[in-house]
Every structure is written in C-alpha cells, then in structure tokens.
C-alpha cells in the first residue's frame, strides 16, 4: 500500500512540472488519463484493493444455458469503489425450461469465492459466534432490454476457513429482482423485519442449504445494511451453527436474459 501511496505522489509531482512547463512555453497540457480495465475471459477477475470483479458466466458455462457473451470492467475515473458489467443474453432455444435458468452472474467479491482468492482478503473469514459486524454499502443501476435477472448479495458459509471445494451454506440478500426472478425452488419459510425493511425468506436444502432474504419494497441503494442481521436470523432459526464461518460476501447481478448494462458506485464491505 506504501508502494502504491508513494507511486500516486510522483505521479503527482510529474503532473505538476509539465504543467508548470506547459505554462512557461504557452503549450497546454494534456489531461491525465485514468485507466479503466475490462475483462471478457470467462471466469476472468480484476482485481483492486480488497474486491475483485468477476466476469462469471456459470449457467452457460457449465450447463450450457443460453446464448450470449460478458464482460466486466473497473475505472479509477470515478470516486469510490465502482465497476461495471456488459452483457447480451438470451435463452437457448434447444432448453423448453432455459428462461428459467440462471446464465450468468458478474459481480464483485472481497474474500474467497469457489477456489478464487484476492491477496487482500478484506478481514474475511470470521466465525459466525464471534458477532462481527458486516456493513455494507450500494449504490447501483441496471440498463437493458428484456431484462430478467436480480442483483443480490452472497454470503457463502462453510465450516472450513478455506473451503476446497463448494462451501456447505449460502445466504442471499435480494434487493431488486425483476420477472420472477426470485427463489422459485425454495419453500417460503416467513418474513423478518431487518435493517429497516421486511423481508420474505425462503430456504432450500440440496447439495449445499441456501437461506433467502427477499426485500419486498425493492431499492437501488443501500446504506450501511449490516449483513450480520441476516446472519443472526438464520443462527437463531437453528439453520447456521455458531461454529461456521463467513469466508466471502460477494454482491452482483444473476442474469436469466437481457441486453444492456449494468454500474456500480460507492460499493463497500467492512469488517468490525
């Protein structure tokens, strides 16, 4: 971090001597230029500070639902932490049931996540019985035509802080859905009033237990939602035992179909 604090400075102190040039000869400098990153590789990661973006493409990938390609992408030209994500989807014709499938998944993660890991884990893993604060802000906007899709926190528990593999538990935070996109698998277990909204939650138990927090006054923008309190419902409920561990939030945009953008500003995850 002292590295990068120190390159910013000369980077500064060489600005200002052009300029300062520039103004002796009469000749105008030119603008700096940020530097804005995308990556298109499926399963591709930028990484930038304790988060990375993830370019994941799952449903396609691995199952072979739908058409279509993604990007995501970072620009330091805005301030706080922000990313963006470009996609074109649509359903797979030779599936009867693809519009019911989840094709893609960009997001940003700080922690582990599926067998990647940032070098900054950003405080994670923290053992569930140990009470530590989750806060988290976002703001963000989705722009596209026959859009269905969700944009969601994850927050994967396991027993292992380093699961090999697939983690036991996830635990899924909707802030806005669209068409259905909601659990339509899982069985609606009641509602809890957390973080100054109601939320319907649903749970389902396959290879790994998924716990669904459903917000049922949709937002675009949250401020200070601490993720603890779903995670303290849930331990109450006897669904999480203390002795598990929270190893990643990750927060993004599942995608069923839908052409156009999707932008992130002011996005953070703090451990306390």
Same mark, same amino acid.
């Given at each position: ?8 400075? !000369?980077?500064?102190?060489?600005? !200002? ?15 700096? &230029? ?42 330091? !030209? ?54 530590? &604060?989750?806060? !988290? ?28 593999? &697939? ?41 790994? &237990? ?63």
């Amino acid at each position: 971090m002292n590295l990068l604090h120190r390159f910013a400075r !000369t980077r500064r102190g060489a600005a !200002t001597a052009v300029l300062a040039a520039a103004l002796l000869t009469g000749v105008a400098a030119a603008p700096a &230029q940020a530097a804005t990153v995308q990556n298109c590789a499926v399963e591709g990661t930028i990484m930038y500070g304790k988060y990375y973006a993830h370019n994941s493409e799952w449903g396609n990938t691995y199952n072979g639902w739908g058409y279509g390609s993604q990007c995501v992408s970072h620009s330091d !030209t805005e301030l706080g932490n922000n990313w963006y994500s470009s996609f074109n989807w649509s359903n797979n014709s030779s599936i009867p049931d693809d519009e019911w499938h989840i094709k893609a998944w960009p997001s940003v993660v700080s922690g582990w996540q599926w067998g990647y890991a940032n070098p900054d884990h950003g405080g994670f893993p923290v053992r569930l019985g140990d009470e530590h &604060q989750v806060v !988290t802000n976002w703001d963000f906007e989705v722009n596209a035509s026959n859009w269905k899709g969700d944009s969601i926190y994850d927050l994967w528990v396991d027993p292992s802080q380093n699961p090999s593999s &697939q983690p036991q538990n996830e635990v899924m935070v909707f802030l806005n859905y669209s068409d259905g996109a909601i659990p339509s698998s899982a069985d609606k277990v009641g509602s809890v009033w957390a973080n100054g909204a109601n939320w319907d939650v649903y749970r389902s138990y396959g290879s790994w &237990q998924v716990i669904s927090y459903v917000r049922t006054s949709q937002t675009w923008s949250v401020s200070g939602l601490n993720l603890r309190d779903f995670l303290d419902h849930s331990q109450n409920a006897g669904w999480l035992d203390p002795n598990l561990y929270l190893v990643s939030v990750q927060a993004g945009h599942e995608i069923w179909h839908g052409s156009g953008t999707t932008h992130t500003w002011n996005y953070s995850v703090d451990v306390s």
